[in-house]
């Protein structure tokens, strides 16, 4: 049972380019999560999505960030035109269907955006 | 909002004593923590968890108790292995999020 799936694991862009990560949930997980964590930082949210909806994105910032959870395939942390401070590991966590009850969240190993 | 901390960022032990990380959160309405354990340049590892219903709860060489009254919980390392060294979170949920803590640096030596 193949778990959280993310790449690529490490990206390098130059200042104003686009950023695009993407994930795999573990199978039968319908729920995926994106996280941020600076160096030696706590992960911080960022959006909650489930198929083709987003449900909670109070963690984005407002401007060059968007997620999606298309139908088929990966969902997909897009970044444009990014900065220097947008240099992070971005973590996506995944969990099954729980009905309304938050289940355990399980990780992936992170893509690791390095912006020069 | 809701806030979690860790009371020491780094904790160092002797291979085979045990290790306790606390960790406290703000929110008396919480009611489900979860411990994640985080090796460098990895992404979280699912430890153990608990729900507010209960104060106490074991896995295998890990306890995690849980005190509402103080909002407090704490990680339990029985026996404790280089191979435990890492990065330990406590994380809260909060709705469908976690709000994670910014850890405790668990350096194991021989």
């Known amino acids: 049972n193949a778990g959280v799936m993310q790449n690529p694991r490490h990206l390098v862009r130059r200042r104003g380019q686009e950023a695009r990560l993407r994930c795999s949930p573990m199978?039968?997980?319908?729920?995926v999560y994106w996280y941020r964590q600076l160096p030696e930082e706590g992960l911080k949210f960022m959006v909650y999505?489930?198929?083709?909806?987003?449900?909670?994105e109070s963690g984005m910032p407002k401007e060059r960030f968007s997620a999606e959870f298309p139908k088929e395939g990966p969902s997909i942390l897009r970044i444009q035109q990014v900065v220097r401070g947008d240099s992070a590991a971005y973590f996506c966590?995944?969990?099954?269907?729980?009905?309304?009850?938050?289940?355990?969240?399980?990780f992936g190993p992170g893509t690791r955006l390095t912006v020069l | 909002g809701e806030s979690v901390g860790l009371h020491l960022p780094t904790l160092s032990v002797q291979e085979g004593d045990n290790s306790i990380i606390n960790c406290a959160y703000s929110?008396?309405?919480?009611?489900?923590f979860i411990w994640y354990k985080q090796e460098s340049g990895k992404g979280p590892q699912f430890i153990i968890d608990?729900?507010?219903?209960?104060d106490k709860r074991q896995g295998q060489r890990v306890t995690v108790l849980l005190n509402k009254t103080v909002k407090h919980l704490s990680l339990q390392i029985a026996a404790t292995q280089p191979g435990d060294s890492a990065v330990y979170f406590c994380?809260?949920?909060?709705?469908?999020?976690?709000?994670f803590g910014t850890g405790t640096r668990l350096q194991v030596f021989p």
């Open positions: 929110n008396s309405a919480s009611d489900y």
């Open positions: 994380a809260v949920v909060n709705t469908d999020k976690l709000i």
């Open positions: 966590a995944s969990s099954p269907i729980q009905g309304t009850r938050t289940d355990t969240q399980y």
């Open positions: 199978k039968g997980h319908s729920h």
């Open positions: 999505l489930q198929k083709e909806n987003i449900i909670d």
């Open positions: 608990i729900r507010s219903n209960m």
